[in-house]
């Protein structure tokens, strides 16, 4: 199994001192248009609160450009602290095209629950820095969930979802982004396996020759604690439901400093992904305390 090669100049995203807002930054959402990555991360402030933040790189690696204000922020009961000094606000970006819009979905938590949340922007909008976000709402009002990837094309006429209600990866369906299908389960964790305790979605399906290609995380539970790593799985190209390969080993696993120490200890953490010329560039969270990024070349992680 191939495995993701990390940028030597990791992490490429810092937090900035004197930003309130960017206490750590991580998990980090990202989409190629215009000859230029953007980045979308995740910020949380001194207050306990998370935030997305604005980035972009002509090359992938290297950071062009950088906004000194949030292009996101929490809003209503779903986003806002009913708890102090537990976590809330907007987590966990990821993005997607789908015609002249950008999709994003998130998790909404209140310091209590987290919920599925989806927004949107027009291209031009997003292109313009201009931020005019839509809040589609709360997807699963009934469902404690989060790291929900949407597929960056309709299938057989319909949005495709996959959910992640723990511990298991789910499917849903919707012709109007409002009304959602039962999900069902499509992937759950392998006991013994470093993906024994509970997955998600990592980065938004890739369309290839040979199936959507779906990066997800991996946690393990060992004595010393939690280990998140990262693993590939194949999916069919007319039924996500159908999966047809996943990765025994992992592709990228906590190694370097960055990724082993920090506000979380032993995490990679894929939310977002694009490909370069035939190159994979994964965009991942460091400890939940940096953001990194990997790459490998797409042909040879296919199996």
Known sequence: MVKLKRFKGNPILKPIKNHDWEKYVYNPGAIFLEDKVHIIYRAMGKDRISRFGYASSKDGFHIDERLDEPIYVPSGEFEEPVVKFRNSGVEDPRVVKIGKKIYMTYAAVNGRVSYIA????????FLNKKWKWKKHGILFPDCDGRNAVLFPKKIKNRFVLYPRFKPDIFVSYS?????WTK???VMKPRKGRWDDLKIGAGTPPILTEKGWLLIYHGVQATRKGNIYRVGLALTDLENPEKILFRSEKPILE???KYERIGQVNNVVFPCGAVVLEEKLYVYYGGADSVVCVATADISKLLP
């Open 118 to 125: 989806l927004a949107s922007i027009d291209v031009k909008d």
């Open 175 to 179: 012709k109007d982004l409002k009304n």
């Open 183 to 185: 999900p069902k389960r």
């Open 254 to 256: 906590p190694i370097k």
